[in-house]
C-alpha cells in the first residue's frame, strides 16, 4: 500500500501561519504530527510504502526529515520549494515515489482522527467499490463533501461547498495509485479547482463519472477535531482531550 500525508498546502507552511507548521501545533501537549504519526503506525504494515510531503524551508528547519526518519522508519520525505496550489497538487508530488497498482491511502494532516478503524487500509478488500472516504456530520464550510444514498454509496463529492450536512475526514481510499493519478490529472485539465487551489475529494467525482463505485463510511460517533492556519483558533471548535 501507498500511503500519503500531504503538509504542504498554502495554509500548512510556516509562511502561512507566521510561525510553526501547522502539523507542529500543539493539542493537549501532543503537535498534531505526532498524533498523525499514530495513526499511520495503527494503519501499516511492514511493507507499505509511507510518504509525507513538506516545505522544504520547514523540513529544514525543523529537521523533520530526522523527526520522520525516527518515527517512522523507512518513511520517505518529500519536499516542495513552495507553497502547492491544494492538497491535490501536493499529493502528486508524490508521483515518482508511489507503487502504480497498490492501493493509496491519502491521510489529511491538518486534523487529529479519531474513531478510525485499524483495518482501515483493507476496506477495499471486501466490496466493490473503487475508492472509499470516511465522513462525519458537519456544514462547516471549510471542509469537503459528500452526497450519498442510505447504504453509503457516495453521489457527488464537492469541496468548501456544502452539498449536504455530510463532510469528509479528508483520508480517501483508492483501489491503486494509478487509477487515482489517471483521475487527479482529468480533474486539474479540467480546471476543477476551488480559488485557483485543487484538493482531492473532485477525484471521486471523475471516478463517479466513469462508472465507478465510490462508498463512504461514517465515524460520526468521535468526529475529527480540524486545525486551522491560524494561531488565535487552532482547531475548529474546543472539544475534550481525545
Not at 493539542?27 to 504530527?33: A, K, P, Q, R, V
Not at 499511520?40 to 520522520?68: G, K, W, Y
Request: a neutral charge; hydrophobic letters at 45%; one cysteine or more.
Amino acid at each position: 500500500m501507498n500511503l500519503v500525508i500531504p503538509m504542504a498546502s498554502p495554509r500548512e507552511s510556516s509562511r502561512a501561519t507566521g510561525g510553526l507548521p501547522l502539523y507542529l501545533h500543539s493539542f493537549h501537549g501532543t503537535t498534531l504530527l505526532e498524533y498523525t504519526i499514530a495513526l499511520v503506525r495503527r494503519l501499516i504494515s511492514a511493507e507499505d510504502r509511507v510518504i509525507f510531503v513538506m516545505d522544504e524551508a520547514d523540513a529544514d528547519e525543523f529537521r523533520m526529515r530526522r523527526v520522520v526518519d525516527v518515527s517512522l522508519p523507512g518513511a520517505s520525505v518529500v519536499t516542495t520549494k513552495a507553497p502547492t496550489q491544494g492538497a491535490l497538487c501536493t499529493v502528486l508530488l508524490t508521483v515518482d515515489h508511489l507503487l502504480p497498482e497498490e492501493p493509496l491511502l491519502i491521510v489529511g494532516a491538518n486534523a487529529l482522527h479519531r474513531g478510525l478503524p485499524a483495518t482501515l487500509a483493507s476496506a477495499l478488500a471486501d466490496n466493490e467499490a473503487e475508492a472509499m472516504t470516511w465522513v462525519f456530520r458537519s456544514v462547516n464550510p471549510r471542509l469537503s463533501f459528500v452526497r450519498m444514498t442510505d447504504d453509503g454509496r457516495v453521489l457527488e463529492a464537492s469541496e468548501k461547498h456544502p452539498i449536504s450536512d455530510v463532510a469528509t475526514t479528508g483520508i480517501f481510499l483508492f483501489r491503486s495509485a494509478r487509477r487515482f493519478l489517471d483521475a487527479a490529472f482529468v480533474v486539474i485539465k479540467k480546471e476543477w479547482h476551488t480559488k485557483g487551489h485543487y484538493f482531492v475529494a473532485p477525484v471521486l467525482n471523475e471516478l463517479i463519472f466513469r462508472g465507478d463505485v465510490v462508498r463512504a463510511t461514517s465515524v460520526s460517533s468521535r468526529p475529527p477535531i480540524f486545525f486551522s492556519g491560524d494561531e488565535r483558533a487552532p482547531s475548529f471548535r474546543q472539544e475534550p482531550r481525545p
